[in-house]
């Protein structure tokens, strides 16, 4: 399996960018896919879920009405869009994927099968 994200960069505080991972090995279409991140100094958090059939897109408070997270099965793709980008969203940004049932949305970090290598997203003040 494997996950490959990419978009990250250097934005302005305001400015927006959008994430995209590209899963490879797995049946993406049954698999929930998640965003998660990790500044420095910090342990990594929950950003964003969507579940496997993309009815279930639970947010963290910090990013809630500020990125949307959605997916494209055809393409084996899931995506984060980030507007109104704040300092404190910089971090090194993560998919990560869990096979599930289709009623089931994975909640924790922990419950991840599958992660990519990251992409780092730097928002200046």
């Known amino acids: 399996v494997q996950l490959q994200a990419y978009g990250g960069g250097l934005v302005q505080a305001g400015g927006s960018l959008r994430l995209s991972c590209i899963a490879s090995?797995?049946?993406?279409?049954?698999?929930?896919m998640g965003w998660f991140r990790q500044a420095p100094g910090k342990e990594r958090e929950f950003v964003a879920i969507?579940?496997?059939?993309?009815?279930?897109?639970p947010y963290s408070d910090d990013v809630k009405g500020r990125f949307t997270i959605s997916r494209d099965n055809a393409k084996r793709s899931v995506y984060l869009q980030m507007n109104n980008l704040k300092p404190e969203d910089t971090a090194v940004y993560y998919c990560?994927?869990?096979?599930?049932?289709?009623?089931?949305?994975?909640?924790?970090?922990?419950?991840?099968?599958?992660w990519g290598q990251g992409t780092q997203v730097t928002v200046s003040s």
């Open positions: 969507i579940s496997r059939s993309g009815s279930s897109t």
């Open positions: 990560a994927g869990k096979s599930t049932i289709l009623t089931y949305t994975p909640m924790h970090m922990n419950e991840f099968d599958y």
């Open positions: 090995g797995l049946i993406f279409s049954r698999t929930a």
